[in-house]
């Protein structure tokens, strides 16, 4: 049977389910526009001061703005998952390739190169953690994997979801202001990012016939988890920095962390020292890099890094493997969010996030970075910066609003990724993962889409 599959939102789960599926089904991709402006206006609410968050909307979401780093958690992370990392190892390797052009094999034989370079070094080997891998090509889910396929793309914001009398689902939306039918289909992924899935799965948005519920709608929104992140101090290597930060392989390049041992609450990744010069200048940082990655002849880009000293020698260490000069480091922080928060979405169009990350969340983590990191035996001297000083940024990593579970009383949909009580009502993306510690979540959206891309196809066989 040809299934009629409708997916909202063009991001990386949405667009790498997209592809797959339009093998031998019919699928129709809904993006809320072509060309609206590159930001959703987040309004935080109750997050720590300073701190500013994005999330992408148009053709590849908030891949328009990654920074496609690449890792594979400790197979621990699944503990309390409703699934294990057998039921995703495949899928993982899949990803791998896809966003990053090699596999796992590849990956782990690059971890281990990296391990033995932080040891050779003087590291102690319970510090090291799983490798954070830069593809040396910045992927746009929506150029990788819709264009050139038969996926048919529509733009328009989606705005209710109806079950049919066939037990299909009708979707409702509007380009222009009036909600109109936009078709039926036999299953819906809803893949509109961590902080806009669960409002698609609110009461009134998703109905189900005959005015029917599912208890495990009433957990849309909760378990919002991000990443924060920030620059904990500086200190003095044993070796050059060089020798630490990057490490170039045949397709990019990797870093390995220090953690805590046995923990993945958070990572400390060595940067050289000029990088935590002002917080505004690593915002900047990072979204110049990205462009450059994204468009390597591109004249502004290209004008912008060569104006910024700092970017200049984060450019020449990654592309050019030019190694930063001195021992001297700042250390920067990764973290677990520690807090479940709730998000809300209000109907003007804003998306309004609640990430309760409590006032002492950096102090709370501070002395154990400085023990991690004079335990790791790679540093001769550290000195954190006062807390006050220490800055949180939001990694954008919009996970767990939707999150799979065991049961309709923990969460919102099962390791299927099949939403309780909405039969083929599916999830994918940042929305459905349930927990990732430290662990940037590109590689764990990538398989759980790639898995549900599997499921629906037995289902529709
Ligand atoms: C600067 C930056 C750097 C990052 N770096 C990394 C990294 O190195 N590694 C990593 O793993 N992750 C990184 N991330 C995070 C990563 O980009 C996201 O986790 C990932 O893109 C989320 O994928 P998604 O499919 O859940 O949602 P998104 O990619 O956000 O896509 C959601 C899509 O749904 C659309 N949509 C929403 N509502 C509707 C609706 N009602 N109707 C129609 N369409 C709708 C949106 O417009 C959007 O296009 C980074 C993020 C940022 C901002």
Known sequence: MTARIAIIGAGLAGCMAAGALSQRNHVTLFEECRNCRSFDPIVDVGAPHRLTTVAGVGPGGTTKFWHNGLIVPRTTLFRDWPLRWADLEEHVDHTLQRLGGSGLRAYLTNQARGHDRMLAAGASENVLGPALYYPSRRMNAYRTFVRRTAVHTRYVRISRISQTQEAGWA?????????????????????????????????????????????????????????????????????????????????????????????????????????????????????????????????????????????????????????????????????????????SYDDEGRTIRKWLLPPTFVAALSEKVTSALTASGLVDDYKPYDISEMVVRSSAHHSGSSRMANSEDQGVCNSACEVFGAENIFIAGGAVLAGTAYYNTGVLIGSLAFRLVDEICKRFR
């Open 171 to 343: 979707l409702f939306g509007s380009a222009d202001g009036e909600a109109q039918l936009l078709g039926e289909y036999d299953a819906v992924i809803i893949s509109a990012g961590g902080l806009r899935t669960p409002a698609l799965l609110s009461e009134g948005v998703l109905q189900m016939a005959g005015g029917g519920t599912s208890r495990a709608l009433s957990n849309a929104g909760r378990h919002y988890e991000d990443h924060p992140s920030f620059f904990h101090g500086i200190g003095r290597l044993r070796v050059p920095v060089s020798q630490v930060w990057s490490i170039s392989t045949q397709s990019g390049a990797i870093r390995i962390p220090i953690l805590e041992p046995g923990s993945d609450r958070f990572a400390i990744y060595i940067r050289p020292r000029w990088q935590d010069t002002a917080q505004v200048v690593s915002d900047k940082l990072g979204m110049t890099l990205s462009d450059l990655r994204n468009n390597p002849f591109n004249i502004n880009s290209i004008g912008r890094v060569i104006s910024n000293p700092d970017d200049l020698i984060e450019l020449l260490g990654i592309k050019l493997g030019v190694p930063p000069p001195g021992q001297l480091f700042s250390a920067l922080v990764v973290a677990e969010s520690g807090a479940e928060g709730k998000i």
